[in-house]
């Protein structure tokens, strides 16, 4: 499963990816609500 974590907390947004991660989840990080749009469309 891929998941993209929206959070613009930086230290938290490392966090959650690097678990998510360990747990064999495909992670994309972005750090606010204009990266996400981008991102979204981009799939």
Known sequence: MRILIAEDEKDLNH???????????????????????ICRKEE
């Open 15 to 37: 966090i959650l990816k690097a678990k998510l991660n360990d747990e064999g989840f495909l992670v994309d990080s972005v750090y606010d609500g204009d990266e996400f749009r």
